[in-house]
């Protein structure tokens, strides 16, 4: 699957707007440019649960956190942001910008509210010699003095429009979604793993107590990860395993397949112990090699010390010598 490598976030507003994103790239590759395991550091009320949230939104629209509708950020006629994914695809050194515009619904204003979102996405591949529409080079916003003015939502839809930038409405989600697959970016991941784990406080545990038998990791993981779906608009993993269900339904291979997996699964969880046990016999022979080491110097250097005590005795003895004729 493709790794992230840059994250761009222009005119987020949060914490009922005491808090502004002007425009700020988050890098998660080393010096080669190489994408690497990044942790975010925040502190509390700083907005870790709002990155996520806005993380989700380029490939799942709408997708909640803790809760909260996406479009509790956008109460005003004016609030709009952009949110772009620059990703490193596989076996290639070409990368892929994958961008979600949001805004207010046209209904909100100063007085009313908005209770819904406007939204369309867009990709763009780096794969044409001097191409400058990348993620960093992309003009969403301008500089003057200390202020940075974003462009509006309509104007940057006119930008993409004009370059001839992969340009996908609201309506042609899945449109949009198919073709991310094209690139190894399945939604279906991210709709059915990260947005449970994020959707409410303690996600990830509740997620992962639905696995505690080799059955459950069966028919509520794998199996679907293994399994076609014909049912492209099924939003939620009951619907989902419920289409699964019917699809292989007399299916003599796929429960071939189940059973052959619950098998393994059963293995693996044999050898959990073995694992277990392993990792602890490393820790204690990593604890070993430390404190081998610690006595090393420590021996090391009381050696350096007598030497240079023989040294000294050695020194006295002649000078006594020396004198004693």
């Given at each position: 699957?493709?790794?992230?490598?840059?994250?761009?976030?222009?005119?987020?507003?949060?914490?009922?707007?005491?808090?502004?994103?002007?425009?700020?790239?988050?890098?998660?590759?080393?010096?080669?440019?190489?994408?690497?395991?990044?942790?975010?550091?925040?502190?509390?009320?700083?907005?870790?649960?709002?990155?996520?949230?806005?993380?989700?939104?380029?490939?799942?629209?709408?997708?909640?956190?803790?809760?909260?509708?996406?479009?509790?950020?956008?109460?005003?006629?004016?609030?709009?942001?952009?949110?772009?994914?620059?990703?490193?695809?596989?076996?290639?050194?070409?990368?892929?910008?994958?961008?979600?515009?949001?805004?207010?619904?046209?209904?909100?204003?100063?007085?009313?509210?908005?209770?819904?979102?406007?939204?369309?996405?867009?990709?763009?591949?780096?794969?044409?010699?001097?191409?400058?529409?990348?993620?960093?080079?992309?003009?969403?916003?301008?500089?003057?003095?200390?202020?940075?003015?974003?462009?509006?939502?309509?104007?940057?839809?006119?930008?993409?429009?004009?370059?001839?930038?992969?340009?996908?409405?609201?309506?042609?989600?899945?449109?949009?979604?198919?073709?991310?697959?094209?690139?190894?970016?399945?939604?279906?991941?991210?709709?059915?793993?990260?947005?449970?784990i994020n959707a409410v406080e303690g996600g990830i545990t509740k997620f992962f107590?639905?696995?505690?038998?080799?059955?459950?990791?069966?028919?509520?993981?794998?199996?679907?990860?293994?399994?076609?779906?014909?049912?492209?608009?099924?939003?939620?993993?009951?619907?989902?395993?419920?289409?699964?269900?019917?699809?292989?339904?007399?299916?003599?291979?796929?429960?071939?397949?189940?059973?052959?997996?619950?098998?393994?699964?059963?293995?693996?969880?044999?050898?959990?112990?073995?694992?277990?046990?392993?990792?602890?016999?490393?820790?204690?022979?990593?604890?070993?090699?430390?404190?081998?080491?610690?006595?090393?110097?420590?021996?090391?250097?009381?050696?350096?010390?007598?030497?240079?005590?023989?040294?000294?005795?050695?020194?006295?003895?002649?000078?006594?010598?020396?004198?004693?004729?």
């Open positions: 699957m493709p790794a992230i490598r840059k994250i761009r976030i222009v005119n987020f507003r949060f914490n009922n707007g005491a808090k502004l994103i002007p425009d700020e790239i988050f890098c998660t590759e080393n010096a080669e440019g190489k994408p690497i395991d990044t942790l975010f550091n925040l502190d509390n009320g700083g907005g870790k649960s709002v990155i996520v949230q806005l993380l989700l939104q380029p490939i799942c629209p709408k997708a909640k956190v803790q809760n909260r509708n996406i479009s509790d950020y956008f109460q005003k006629g004016t609030d709009h942001a952009f949110v772009l994914i620059e990703w490193a695809l596989d076996g290639s050194h070409n990368s892929l910008l994958t961008g979600i515009a949001l805004a207010a619904s046209t209904t909100a204003d100063d007085e009313n509210e908005s209770k819904t979102i406007r939204y369309y996405t867009f990709i763009h591949d780096y794969t044409r010699a001097g191409d400058k529409l990348d993620l960093i080079s992309l003009p969403l916003s301008q500089r003057t003095g200390s202020h940075i003015r974003p462009i509006s939502f309509d104007e940057l839809r006119k930008y993409l429009q004009n370059r001839r930038v992969e340009y996908y409405p609201s309506d042609s989600l899945r449109r949009y979604q198919k073709r991310l697959e094209e690139f190894g970016i399945f939604y279906t991941e991210w709709e059915n793993i990260l947005v449970p107590e639905e696995y505690k038998t080799s059955d459950r990791l069966l028919d509520k993981f794998i199996i679907p990860g293994v399994m076609p779906s014909n049912d492209t608009s099924t939003r939620s993993l009951e619907e989902m395993f419920i289409n699964y269900a019917v699809s292989y339904a007399g299916q003599e291979k796929n429960l071939l397949l189940k059973s052959q997996i619950r098998d393994f699964t059963d293995k693996l969880q044999g050898m959990l112990q073995l694992i277990k046990d392993m990792w602890n016999a490393e820790d204690q022979k990593i604890q070993s090699i430390h404190q081998l080491a610690d006595h090393s110097f420590t021996l090391q250097h009381q050696i350096k010390l007598n030497k240079e005590r023989q040294q000294q005795l050695e020194k006295a003895i002649s000078d006594l010598k020396t004198n004693s004729f």
